[in-house]
């Protein structure tokens, strides 16, 4: 049984400590091919955890954490840091998806609802438009904001406030994570049956670390922000 038990907790590969830096699409392929049998790992757990949907929140949450572990080359023991992480963040997941979903939800209804009328009255464009771009500036929120919240423990209100302001800053690579999530479940659609697998075995994790590598660069940014103007605050005082 000792294959069964490494299976779960051995820590995952890592990189030589003399191989050059890759960057972008680069990095993110070497990454992927370097974790992508934790990530088919990490699939099945996000799906187990999330079966009772209440814990949905949570399971992303733990998915994002461990997310970030890959993107920064940390080593990994899947299963206890995906544990940890669910017990760990639960009851703030849980509260800040219950938030996003409403907001989200709204933000949704309003497109459908003024889509429909706008195909009669013109007026309604613009009100469509600001609800196009209110739902997709929430929707980079909610990719900041989850990332932010698994890498560093904040209030709530500045955990907003740093989400926003990274969803200001740099919202082109959140918006491209998530049409990879979007192109990861069109393909899932069109392919079906031959597809069926897709969702049981990488389309969560895989949607989840296209996030977390997104956004991974501008959440540091924002949280070091803070730190780098103490001393210029410090010298003004």
């Known amino acids: 049984m000792q294959w069964l038990r490494d299976m779960w907790t051995k820590e995952g590969p890592g990189i030589p400590k003399d191989a050059p830096a890759k960057t972008g699409l680069a990095l ?53 840091d995906f544990t ?69 423990d904040l209030p709530a209100l500045r955990l907003l406030r740093l989400a926003a302001l990274a969803s200001v800053a740099r919202p082109l690579p959140a918006l491209a994570a998530l049409a990879v999530n979007a192109t990861l479940w069109l393909a899932h659609i069109l392919f079906y049956p031959v597809s069926v697998f897709m969702p049981a075995t990488f389309n969560f994790s895989l949607g989840m670390f296209a996030v977390v590598f997104g956004v991974h660069r501008t959440v540091v940014l924002v949280l070091d922000l803070p730190e780098a103007m103490r001393p210029h605050r410090h010298f003004i005082k």
């Open 84 to 152: 940890d992480a669910f017990l760990r963040y639960f009851w703030r997941a849980t509260a800040w998806g219950l938030a996003l979903a409403g907001a989200l939800a709204i933000g949704v209804h309003a497109i459908v609802t003024y889509a429909a009328g706008a195909r009669d009255n013109l007026m309604l464009a613009a009100p469509l438009a600001i609800a196009l771009v209110a739902t997709a500036f929430l929707a980079v929120l909610a990719c900041h904001l989850i990332v932010l919240m698994v890498m560093r």
């Open 28 to 80: 993110f392929a070497d990454i992927l091919a370097r974790e992508w049998w934790e990530m088919v790992k990490l699939n099945i757990l996000f799906i187990l955890a999330s079966l009772f949907v209440v814990t949905l929140p949570a399971a992303l949450a733990a998915m994002a954490r461990v997310s970030v572990a890959f993107v920064e080359d940390r080593n990994t023991y899947l299963l206890r």
